[in-house]
Structure formats: C-alpha cells, structure tokens
C-alpha cells in the first residue's frame, strides 16, 4: 500500500515515513524543504534499509499533486506539512494561512479529484485553547486561538469535518498532538529547529550541547506545582506510532475522528529540565522571567479515546524522551 507523506523531510514526518516502510508500506514524500532538510530522509532510508520516492515540491500546487495522484496508487495520505512558528504566525498571517489552510484545502481538492479519502491530520491541543479543566478530553470544547498558527489547525478540523458530513466516503484522523519531543532512539534522525528554537525541549538540548548561553524559562508564578508552565509530553516515536493506528482503523471506518495523541501526565518546566540534567550529565542554567504571551499555565490529555478507538498508548517515560533527545543532540550539535 503506497502512502503520500506530506511535510515528510520534518520532524514528525521524517520519524512517521520510517515507521511507515519498518511497517511494509511503500511511501511517497512530498516538501518543499522550507523548514526541514534533505538529509532527513537519507537518513530514514538508511536506517529502514528500503528506499522512498522524493519529491521536492509543495503542497499548494495543484498541478504537481495532480500529477502524484495520476502516476501513483495512493490509497491514503498522512498530512504534516504546514508551518508552526507561533511568534512568526502573528508577524506574518497571511503566510500561516497561505501554507496550512490554503495549502491543505488545494491537497484536498487534489485527494478528492483523485478519489483518494483516506487522510490523516496533524492537529494540535491548541485548538483547545485556554483549558477550563484537566485533563482535555476530545469533547472538551474548542476555541478561538490566541494566534494565527493555532487558529490555522482549527479552521482546517473544520473544513474536514465539513467534509466528512458532504461525502460519506471520507475517512479522517484528526490528531491533536500534545507536546512531542525526542527522537529516534538510533540518535540519526530528530528536531533540528532554524534558528532559536521556540519550543522547550530543543532549546534545553541546545544550551547542554553548548550552542545556547542559557534557557528563559517563561513564567515561574503559574498555580502549578513549581509556578512553571505544565505540558504532556510525548516521545515522538510513540506519537507517530499513533498515526500507524489511525491508518489502520480507518480502513474500516469513514466520518471525521478525532483522538488525542498524549500521554495523560504533565511534567512542569523545571521538572523537564532536572529529568534531562539527570540523564545527560549536562548543567542547564536557567533564568526564570515573565510568562509567554498566550501560553496556558497547564495542559495534559485524556487519552482514553485512543487507547479505546485506537489500541494505543504512549509507552516511552520521561527518561527515554530526554535520553533520545541527548543521543540526537550531541551525536549532531549542528543539526543535519
Ligand atoms: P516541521 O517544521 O519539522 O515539519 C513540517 C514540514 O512541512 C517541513 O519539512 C516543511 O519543509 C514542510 N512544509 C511546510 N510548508 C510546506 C508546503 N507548503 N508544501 C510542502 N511542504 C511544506 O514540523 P513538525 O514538528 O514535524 O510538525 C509536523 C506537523 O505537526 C505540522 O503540521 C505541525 O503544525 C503539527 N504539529 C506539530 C507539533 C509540534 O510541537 N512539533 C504540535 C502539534 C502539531
Ligand atoms: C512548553 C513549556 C513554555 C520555551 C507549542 C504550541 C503548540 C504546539 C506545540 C506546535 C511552556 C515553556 C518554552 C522556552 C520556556 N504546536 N518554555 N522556555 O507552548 O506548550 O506548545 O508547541 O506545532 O501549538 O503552542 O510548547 O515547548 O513552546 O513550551 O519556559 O524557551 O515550556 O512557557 O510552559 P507549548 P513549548
């Protein structure tokens, strides 16, 4: 079974495609290098000890997905390209929509032309907004997000919904990632962020590698257990493990489905910081400042659902999350 991996030279995505050939299906990966380098997939070939097709391009051109569709079977398509700098989305929101509504309403199009309804959707807990209790299961209610890239992934769960209710023939995964982190246990392939890296978990491997002087840690006044920010995260290979299922059972099912990818536990900011000193060996200094503007104090997953639904969990702790992330991070300081 022939699979169209968009966004697949990305963080998540390069980790899925390998697990997609480790898993037998034959993969095409679609991106437009943007935010991601070739070299993840080199890497991802090497590793699988099978080959992939390649195609450097970009979701929002319609001929070349027309084209895909015409020279392939595919039978379903894993969505990740899009843009997810939340600083960026609110400086540049036409970008934002261009790439990930824009983008995937013409990847739609193209799927529906072709008569392709199998997909699966990079989602996000954002789309929770802030939480009025935890943990957030799916029927939790959604809400306007604090900025464009978090509006982006509700407008598109919208549109698929949409879908889903104009043509039975559509099966959908809409996957609300909590907070993914790690990396291959091989340490070849993980988060290689440009620039600064706006989320956690890089920027601590970053300043223990040396490439960063220290962390702002964003907020130590929150009613939390240490007054920092609490997120549920998950080790990305359990996350893409996820998706594998989802392909799965939508086989057998159409409509519109949503299931939350997390691990049920939050960890806050000084504890993740003390897990990776912990197992990297490594200090990592630390100032405490004023809290980001938009983030919530606290934010984990129900993940009954996918356990129930799906016949998944996450498996891998805390250790694994920041012993993968070291290998990644100091067998590459630079990235790829
Ligand atoms: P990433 O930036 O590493 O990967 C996204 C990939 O999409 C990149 O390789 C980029 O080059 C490609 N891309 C962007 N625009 C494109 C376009 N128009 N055409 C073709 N390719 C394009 O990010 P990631 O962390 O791997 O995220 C994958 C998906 O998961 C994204 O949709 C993201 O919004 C979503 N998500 C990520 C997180 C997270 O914390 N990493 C959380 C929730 C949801
Ligand atoms: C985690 C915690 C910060 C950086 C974001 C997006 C979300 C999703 C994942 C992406 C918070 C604190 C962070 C730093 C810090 N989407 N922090 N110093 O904010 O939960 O979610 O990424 O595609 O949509 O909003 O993740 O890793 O940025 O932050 O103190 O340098 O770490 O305040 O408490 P977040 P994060």
Redesign the pocket.
């Known amino acids: 079974m022939t699979v169209l991996v968009t966004g697949g030279a990305g963080y998540i995505g390069s980790h899925a495609v390998l697990a997609l050939l480790e898993a037998g299906y034959s993969v095409l990966a679609l991106d437009n290098l943007a935010t991601s380098s070739r070299e993840s997939l080199r890497r991802v070939e090497r590793l699988a000890g099978r080959q992939l097709t390649f195609i450097e391009g970009d979701i929002r051109d319609r001929q070349l997905l027309d084209k895909l569709f015409a020279e392939h079977t595919i039978e379903a398509v894993l969505h990740f390209a899009g843009l ?1 700098a ?1 600083g960026e989305s609110v400086a540049e929101p036409l970008a934002y929509y261009a790439n990930n509504v824009g983008g995937s309403v013409t990847l739609f199009q193209a799927m529906a032309d072709a008569g392709v309804h199998r997909l699966v959707f990079s989602s ?3 789309v929770y907004g802030e939480p009025e209790s935890m943990p957030l299961s799916e029927s939790a209610p959604t809400a306007r997000a604090s ?1 464009p ?2 509006q982006s ?1 509700l407008v598109v769960e919208e549109v698929l919904k949409d879908l889903a209710r104009a043509d039975a023939r559509w099966s959908i995964a809409l996957l609300r ?4 982190v790690g990396a291959h246990p091989s340490g070849e392939i993980g988060e290689d962020p440009q620039g600064p ?5 890089p ?1 601590i491997a970053q300043v223990a590698v040396g490439k960063r002087e220290q ?5 130590a006044d ?1 009613a939390t257990r240490d007054g ?4 549920d995260y998950i080790h990305v290979v359990d996350l893409v493990e996820g998706h594998l299922r989802a392909l799965e059972v939508l086989e057998n099912c159409t409509g519109a489905h949503v299931w939350n990818l997390g691990t049920g536990r939050g960890y ?2 000084l504890e ?1 910081v003390a897990a990776f000193e912990a197992i990297s060996g490594k200090r990592v200094p630390y100032t405490l ?1 004023a ?2 503007k ?3 104090a606290e ?1 984990w997953a129900d993940p009954t659902k996918a356990r129930k639904e799906l016949d998944w969990q996450a498996r891998c702790g805390l250790e694994e999350m920041m012993a993968d992330t070291w290998r990644w991070q100091s067998k590459n300081p630079n990235g790829y």
Do not use: E, H, I
Request: proline share 5%; net charge positive; charged share 15%.
């Open positions: 997810k939340v996000s807990a954002t900025n890239y978090g992934k990632y909590f907070n993914p890296p706006n989320n956690l978990m920027y962390l702002t840690v964003f907020g929150y920092t920010g609490v997120r806050s900011v993740m400042q809290r980001r938009g983030d919530v934010c």
